[in-house]
Nanobody, 125 residues
Framework: QVHLVESGGGLVQAGGSLRLSCVAS????????MGWFRQAPGKEREFVGA????????RYTNSVRGRFTISRGYAENTMYLQMNSLKPEDTAVYYC??????????????????WGQGTQVTVSS
C-alpha cells in the first residue's frame, strides 16, 4: 500500500508561485507513474500533469503548459509541482496520485491506484 501526502498549498496573488510536494510512504514509488490532478469548486477533478517513472517523460494539460513543471526526487520518494504565473482559475484542491502499472505517462485518473488527500491552492486576483 502506498500512502501519499501533499503539502505546499496556500493563498497566493495572481502572478505568484507555489511549489507543491507529494511524499510517498509505504513503498518506493520510483517505478510508478506519478500525476497531479485538481478539482475546483463545482467542477470535476481534472488532469494537470504527470511524469513517468524515469522522469524522462512529462505531460501537461494545455492550460498549465509552460507555467507548471513536474519533477521527482527519487531519494526522497517525492514528486513536486512547481507552479509559476498563477492565475485565479488555478484555484482548486490539488491531488497527487500514483499509477503502479504504467511504464509511461497516464493522463486518465481511472488508471491511478493511489491518491493523496489534497492540498488547497487559492489564487487571488
Amino acid at each position: 500500500q502506498v500512502h501519499l501526502v501533499e503539502s505546499g498549498g496556500g493563498l497566493v496573488q495572481a502572478g505568484g508561485s507555489l511549489r507543491l510536494s507529494c511524499v510517498a510512504s509505504g513503498r518506493i514509488v520510483s517505478s510508478y507513474c506519478m500525476g497531479w490532478f485538481r478539482q475546483a469548486p463545482g467542477k470535476e477533478r481534472e488532469f494537470v500533469g504527470a511524469i513517468s517513472w524515469s522522469g524522462g517523460s512529462t505531460r501537461y494539460t494545455n492550460s498549465v503548459r509552460g507555467r507548471f513543471t513536474i519533477s521527482r526526487g527519487y531519494a526522497e520518494n517525492t514528486m513536486y509541482l512547481q507552479m509559476n504565473s498563477l492565475k485565479p482559475e488555478d484555484t482548486a484542491v490539488y491531488y497527487c496520485a500514483a499509477d503502479e502499472f504504467e511504464n509511461g505517462v497516464t493522463t486518465d485518473q481511472r488508471w491511478y491506484d493511489y491518491w493523496g488527500q489534497g492540498t488547497q491552492v487559492t489564487v487571488s486576483s
